[in-house]
C-alpha cells in the first residue's frame, strides 16, 4: 500500500497476556518510529530504528516492552505480561531518509489496545 | 529538554470564522516546528512544518503558521474554518534526534 500499515486496528487483551503489534511502513523508508498515545494526550515517544539498528529506545516504559525490525521494514511491538496502564493508541510513523529533519514522519492508523 | 505547550484543550469557532491554535515551545536551540491535525480513530496527518527560511509556512487545507523566535511561538491560523476542520491538531518539535515531542492538543469544534 501507499501509506503504514498496523495491525491490527483494535486489540483486546487480558491482564498479564502477551501481545503483539505490528507496523509495515512505506516501502523504502528507512526510519520507522512507535509513539503510544493515551486517552486525550498527545503522542508519546517509544523507539525509533534506521533500517534494523534500534538507535534510540529511551521512551519505552518497562522492560515489559520490546520492539524490532529485524529486515529493515516490517517492525513489532510487544508488550509482555500487559497491564492495565497500557491501554492506549499505539502510533507507527515512518519517514523517508535519516539524514536531517525536513523529512516528515508519516503515520499509520494505530492500534487500539485495551487490557482488561 | 524540548517541550511544547497549547493553550487551550478545546478551542470552538463559527463556521466561516478565524481559526487560532496557540502552541509554544521551549528549546535551547531553534527547533524544527509541526502541526499535525488528527481525525477519530485515524493517525496523524501533517498539516505543515517549519525548519529553516521563511517563517510564515503555509500548510494543507488553507492553514498556515509562523514561527516567532522572539516569542517561542508557533501558532496555527485559518481565515475561514470549515465544518471539515473539526479535529484534533497537535503541534509538535524536533530537534536533531528526530523524535517528535508533542504537545497536548487542542480539539477544535466548528459550529454551523
Known amino acids: 500500500g501507499a501509506g503504514v500499515s498496523q495491525s491490527p486496528r483494535y486489540k483486546v487483551a487480558k491482564r498479564g497476556q502477551d501481545v503483539a503489534l505490528r507496523c509495515d511502513p512505506i516501502?523504502?523508508?528507512?526510519?520507522l518510529f512507535w509513539y503510544q498515545q493515551a486517552l486525550g494526550q498527545g503522542p508519546e515517544f517509544l523507539t525509533y530504528f534506521q533500517n534494523e539498528a534500534q538507535l534510540d529506545k529511551s521512551g519505552l516504559p518497562s522492560d515489559r516492552f520490546f520492539a524490532e525490525r529485524p529486515e529493515g521494514s516490517v517492525s513489532t511491538l510487544k508488550i509482555q505480561r500487559t497491564q492495565q496502564e497500557d491501554s492506549a493508541v499505539y502510533l507507527c510513523a515512518s519517514s523517508l531518509t535519516p539524514q536531517g529533519n525536513n523529512q516528515p514522519q508519516h503515520f499509520g492508523d494505530g492500534t487500539r489496545l485495551s487490557i482488561l | 529538554a524540548q517541550s511544547v505547550t497549547q493553550l487551550g484543550s478545546h478551542v470552538s469557532v463559527s463556521e466561516g470564522a478565524l481559526v487560532l491554535l496557540r502552541c509554544n515551545y521551549s528549546s535551547s536551540v531553534p527547533p524544527y516546528l509541526f502541526w499535525y491535525v488528527q481525525y477519530p480513530n485515524q493517525g496523524l496527518q501533517l498539516l505543515l512544518k517549519y525548519t529553516t527560511g521563511a517563517t510564515l509556512v503555509k500548510g494543507i487545507n488553507g492553514f498556515e503558521a509562523e514561527f516567532k523566535k522572539s516569542e517561542t511561538s508557533f501558532h496555527l491560523t485559518k481565515p475561514s474554518a470549515h465544518m471539515s476542520d473539526a479535529a484534533e491538531y497537535f503541534c509538535a518539535v524536533s530537534k536533531g534526534a528526530q523524535k517528535l515531542v508533542f504537545g497536548q492538543g487542542t480539539r477544535l469544534t466548528i459550529n454551523p
Open positions: 516501502s523504502g523508508h528507512v526510519s
